[in-house]
């Protein structure tokens, strides 16, 4: 008989249906009749399904193996449920334990297990209600991803994972090598990278900008999504070291039109995952972050700030705060100044943008003042920056002389200043951190949490 899923079966079987539903053990009571009440889960939904098995049912003789954590298969008849909680309920004909988990040693016994305990068994984690509940909204987000921007005629283009230029250019990269590095230690003093497999240094790349670029000055409106790798040696709650980034890139975009893109686009993501993930976002909202569904009622609802730089740094200097870093013109943002501006100051989404060139990539476009970008970051409540985008410079001895100031070469970089030097166009783009936009949604602490296999420094298992 053909297995159903555990959701299908709590929200559209009717009672009298014959049923095979598989999955994992999460409870089981005996009663002191010959019965027992099993909670079985398999993923599909946040809740999990009644399952009543007495001794009519075959195999009713194997049922204390069924303990926490147990593989199951059950064939029975969906009943009304007279218990409170769910619709119906399963009455088992045919019970089988499928693999046991042994009570001694099966380390998910109680409920309740810190997230710090959690992410050393991430290969068990997703079989608990917080790691089920992240799972399906990160693949509802993700869905709503691809939709928002095939809705709009953008093209899903597939940017390369080694590189061999450095998008960002803050030498965060990791390097990709297949040359003997103990051997080279024994013998030579210096790597000689023409040696190497690409012939040149390669790495991880940081970002699909550049390439997404390429194709946006080619056949207009698309984006990457994909994983992006930076070394920074940063434990904190918001860095990974692998995360996934999505990268819209649009032709004849000017800042304004980039700023109303982001704004429309993490606005109808979050609206999908509160329409579809309803279970897990109640979830959420009583067990992780009591204020989570307000948090983000009130980005779905109301515009984002749109605030210069400048006028950012005046507000923090005038705002009377101490911050652990000093604020002035100039300087980078800290985290505690994004998240000063957007909870506490303006209590809703801010678009910081024209930032001095100076803390800014190569690529972005040089404003009249020579000191500020067409740099725009989005900031939000718990998360801080989420979006880090511009409009890019299509001035090529603009983008010239700006490489050069940054330290790069722009021969090594002659493919993107051909598509200066051949039809160029105003364009912008934008990058969403991915994990950042689980974080958010799910009112999850820890960026760790929110990706199924956390790379930070000294953690690469599983
Ligand atoms: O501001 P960033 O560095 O922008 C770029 O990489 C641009 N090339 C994007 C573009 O214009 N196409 O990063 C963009 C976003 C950040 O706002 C943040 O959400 C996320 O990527 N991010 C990280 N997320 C997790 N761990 C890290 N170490 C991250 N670094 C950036
Ligand atoms: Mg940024």
Redesign the pocket.
């Known amino acids: 008989m053909l297995r159903t899923r555990i959701a299908q079966v709590l929200n559209e079987s009717q009672p009298g249906e014959i049923v095979n539903v598989r999955g994992w053990v999460r409870t089981r009571r005996d009663s002191k009749q010959d019965f027992s009440f099993l909670e079985v889960n398999d993923g599909s939904c946040f809740k999990g399904l009644q399952v009543v098995v007495d001794s009519s049912a075959t195999g009713y003789d194997t049922i204390k193996d069924a303990t926490t954590g147990a593989s199951v298969s059950i064939t029975g008849e969906v009943k009304d449920s007279p218990g409170k909680g769910q619709r119906v309920e399963l009455q088992a004909s045919e019970f089988c334990v499928l693999g046991t988990a042994p009570a001694d040693s099966y380390p998910l016994q109680k409920k309740g297990h810190s997230f710090e305990f959690l992410r050393e068994i991430a290969h068990l984690r997703p079989r608990t209600n917080t790691f089920g509940a992240i799972t399906r909204v990160r693949n509802t987000a993700a869905t709503a991803i691809h939709e928002f921007f095939q809705s709009r005629g953008f093209y899903y283009i597939q940017t390369p994972v080694i590189t061999t230029s450095d998008?960002?250019g803050a030498g965060q990269m990791f390097t990709v090598t297949t040359l003997n590095l103990e051997r080279i230690a024994e013998i030579q003093t210096q790597i000689n990278y023409a040696q190497d497999f690409f012939g040149k240094h390669a790495s991880l790349t940081?970002?699909?900008?550049l390439e997404?670029e390429i194709f946006a000055c080619s056949v207009g409106d698309c984006y990457t999504f994909g994983p992006?790798f930076?070394a920074?040696n940063?434990n904190t709650t918001?860095?990974?070291?692998e995360?996934w980034?999505v990268?819209p890139?649009m032709p004849f975009y000017e800042l304004t039109d980039n700023m109303e893109l982001a704004e429309a686009f993490i606005r109808h993501v979050i609206g999908a995952v509160l329409e579809r993930c309803g279970d897990d976002m109640e979830f959420f909202n009583q067990r992780i972050d009591k204020t989570v569904l307000d948090t983000l009622r009130n980005i779905t609802e109301n515009d984002f700030i749109r605030l210069p730089y400048t006028e950012a740094v005046d507000l923090l200097l005038q705002s009377g705060q101490k911050f652990e870093y000093a604020v002035e013109w100039g300087c980078d943002l800290q985290s505690e100044h994004e998240r000063w501006l957007t909870e506490q100051h303006f209590k809703q989404p801010v678009i910081l943008h024209d930032y001095p060139r100076t803390i800014k990539?190569f690529y972005m476009r040089c404003n009249d003042d020579g000191k500020t970008v067409r740099a725009m970051?989005?900031l939000v409540p718990r998360v801080g920056?989420?979006?880090?985008?511009?409009q890019r410079e299509e001035r090529l001895d603009v983008l010239e002389a700006r490489m050069t100031e940054c330290g790069l070469n722009p021969q090594d970089y002659w493919w993107y200043c051909d598509l200066r030097r051949y039809g160029t166009v105003p364009h912008s783009?934008?990058?969403?951190?991915f994990?950042?936009l689980i974080q958010l949604v799910t009112g999850m602490q820890n960026?760790r949490d929110c990706i199924p296999f956390h790379r930070v420094p000294k953690s690469a298992e599983f």
């Open positions: 998008c960002e940081v970002s699909g900008q997404a992006t930076r920074e940063s918001r860095h990974l070291a995360f980034m990268e890139e990539p970051d989005v920056d989420i979006i880090g985008g511009s783009g934008f990058g969403l951190g994990e950042r960026i």
